[in-house]
């Protein structure tokens, strides 16, 4: 990370001078809040365009119809979120970085709940990476995952002498890399000798790609981009790719096989082997086989009330229609809404998720026969049992899958002695 900290030192001054939109800071009074006053406060993001501010207007506007006033902390955000939601603090002092993302003001009270991106969630429940020295923070419980594709790329100038990041660290070349420092693109980089260290012994310098898309400067220079934000979309993180790819002919370089099972195959990166279409940029003229992440998750911690965790859970079902009218084209789905690698799901979730059919567990038989699948929809509710065959429900998914097939062989056998019956009439005939 300490190339990073010398391109904040570089781009800072840029980014502060361009900001002539900042206006005064404040601190807000909010009055009580919590879940039992139906006030929580969320660990959100900036107003403008930022994926976890977008999300928290939609959690904010979801959870209105059940009677809750959510206070959004506007500056609750980069990995600090998963941080404030664990130990129930107040937000941050504002920041330059908060200021220059339009964040003007901060409230003054606990932070009940959050949103961040999924990898940030599942490294601070399990204490890796960013979260190495401070955690874990095994209270953190998921809510819902929304789905958000960002894709690892990387590019350079269509003139440009470079065709492949091996090449870079063949002939030492001192390129300017706008990317880098980052669980998934340093690796990248890594791999191919591409190291801090090598790259500034040879006179490079790296640049923060985030920073470089807020300040939207399209006459920065760089040899190389690279990093696992791409995307069309226009929000702060992903808006370089954007605008490098209008301003600039860009030209996409090709990664090793080896690397990409490398990070699909990393259980902590939350990556998968994927491949970018034609089009998804200016410049991606082919279908590129890289590796993308995609989600970003409502969380809380574990002594969020079981209702509330309900209540939201419902809310952010009820609303998904409205995802799709953001800057990020977000998506819901109803098979990974429940599912952020290892981080537990809060009760109050799991248990409208089950009533809605969305959970299922699929039990297979010892003998590899086949199976029935069991959609265990909670205690309030008889469980639906589909068949993939003959066999039964394995008993460890509950005793309600057991009665299911008891009821189940009993229709067998007594469809087994219907039809002997049959054939004794027709032999007698």
Excluded at 43 to 68: I, N, S, T
Excluded at 105 to 130: K, M, Q
Aim: aromatic share 8%; net charge neutral.
């Amino acid at each position: 990370m300490r190339h990073m900290r010398v391109a904040l030192a570089m781009v800072w001054p840029l980014a502060l001078c361009s900001a002539a939109h900042v206006v005064a800071q404040e601190t807000v009074e909010v009055g009580e809040t919590g879940f039992d006053v139906k006030r929580p406060v969320l660990a959100a993001a900036c107003p403008h365009g930022c994926p976890w501010g977008e999300l928290g207007d939609y959690v904010k506007d979801a959870m209105a119809p059940l009677g809750y006033e959510v206070i959004l902390c506007r500056n609750c955000n980069r990995d600090q979120g998963p941080r404030i939601v664990s130990t129930a603090s107040h937000p941050p002092e504002l920041s330059a970085q908060d200021t220059f993302v339009g964040t003007t003001t901060r409230v003054n009270a606990p932070v009940d709940f959050g949103i961040t991106e999924s990898g940030f969630l599942a490294w601070a429940y399990a204490g890796l990476y960013n979260y190495a020295s401070d955690g874990p923070y095994a209270n953190l419980r998921l809510i819902a995952k929304i789905e958000d594709p960002t894709y690892l790329l990387a590019a350079v100038k269509s003139d440009s002498p470079i065709t492949s990041l091996a090449q870079i660290a063949e002939q030492h070349m001192p390129v300017k890399i706008i990317g880098g420092g980052s669980p998934a693109s340093q690796p990248a980089l890594d791999y191919y000798g591409l190291s801090t260290e090598a790259v500034q012994a040879w006179g490079g310098t790296f640049i923060n790609p985030i920073i470089a898309g807020a300040i939207g400067n399209s006459t920065l220079d760089f040899d190389l981009v690279i990093n696992e934000l791409a995307s069309p979309a226009n929000n702060p993180e992903s808006s370089l790719w954007t605008l490098l790819s209008q301003k600039h002919a860009l030209r996409f370089l090709d990664f090793s096989e080896a690397l990409l099972d490398r990070l699909a195959n990393d259980e902590h990166l939350g990556m998968s082997r994927v491949v970018a279409q034609w089009g998804l940029l200016r410049g991606v003229d082919r279908a590129i086989p890289t590796v993308a992440r995609s989600g970003h998750a409502i969380f809380a911690r574990a002594d969020m009330p079981e209702r509330a965790a309900y209540d939201a859970a419902k809310a952010i079902d009820a609303h998904r229609a409205a995802l799709k009218w953001y800057i990020r084209p977000y998506a819901y789905d109803s098979q990974s809404v429940w599912k952020n690698q290892d981080v537990p799901l809060h009760p109050g979730a799991e248990r409208y998720y089950r009533e809605q059919g969305y959970i299922v567990e699929t039990a297979e038989r010892p003998d590899g026969g086949a199976a029935i699948r069991c959609s265990d929809a909670g205690a309030s509710s008889t469980t639906s049992f589909r068949l993939r065959g003959s066999g039964g429900c394995n008993v460890a998914t509950g005793a309600r899958c057991a009665v299911g097939a008891v009821w189940l062989a009993g229709m067998l056998i007594g469809f087994a002695a219907v039809r002997r019956r049959l054939r004794r009439t027709q032999y007698q005939g």
